[in-house]
């Protein structure tokens, strides 16, 4: 029995008396068994990993679902064809410390929560905005990229809509994201829009934009 998020080494169960490969490379299994919500059948099963230090193997009812280096990093996991809604599934995750080829710190665990999640067949999978402001910081430029993933070829728009600090609706040149794909694709697209007279923000003026965005799908 383990305490997690945390360190397994710190938790008296890991052991390191000598900087040698042979020790620092033997792999740790992390298991436990959850119930898979009856309400996710006909939905994708996604696991969300926000730290798993550092070089990761996830297994789901014996079967490797997929692996991941870097333990400051978040991942996901597709196991809809794993596992089945209403009944109970096995999740496995193989923990090797890799040193030194990824970091120097002796830590062997899962650091961060996990989330177990349902979404759509096809859902947004990307949504990044960056905001480059002009020389005379008056005007800025947002350009957002958003990615759809694709679990039945189609075509997906996605609509975007932003608010000023005070809540009013700040017109789009380019409000929309058309994107078409194939099955099990990731698709992604951006646009660019000039936003005029932007109210910025510091520490003492913590002035937020609100960016939402809106995914539709035959209508």
């Given at each position: ?50 730290g798993v230090v ?66 759509p067949q096809n ?97």
């Open positions: 029995t383990v305490t997690l998020p945390g360190d397994a080494e710190t938790q008296g169960y890991i052991r390191y008396y000598l900087a040698t490969q042979s020790e620092t490379e033997f792999e740790s299994a992390f298991e436990r068994t959850v119930t898979i919500p009856s309400d996710f059948a006909g939905q994708r099963v996604i696991l969300r990993l926000n550092n070089y990761g193997r996830l297994f789901v009812n014996g079967q490797l679902v997929r692996t991941h280096r870097g333990g400051k990093t978040t991942w996901n996991a597709d196991i809809t064809n794993y596992v089945t809604p209403g009944q109970e599934a096995r999740i496995t995750i193989g923990v090797t410390c890799e040193i030194p080829k990824v970091d120097f710190m002796r830590i062997r665990g899962i650091t961060g929560d996990i989330a177990l999640m349902a979404v859902y947004i999978s990307t949504l990044h905005a960056v905001t480059d402001l002009d020389d005379t910081y008056t005007n800025a430029t947002l350009t957002v990229e958003a990615g759809i993933m694709f679990n039945a070829g189609t075509t997906g728009q996605i609509k975007l809509t932003l608010k000023d600090p005070n809540g009013n609706n700040i017109a789009l040149q380019n409000d929309t994201i058309t994107l078409t794909g194939s099955e099990t694709s990731v698709v992604e697209n951006s646009v660019a829009n000039t936003i005029n007279n932007v109210t910025l923000w510091d520490s003492e003026h913590p002035n937020l934009y609100t960016l939402t965005a809106e995914l539709y799908q035959d209508g």
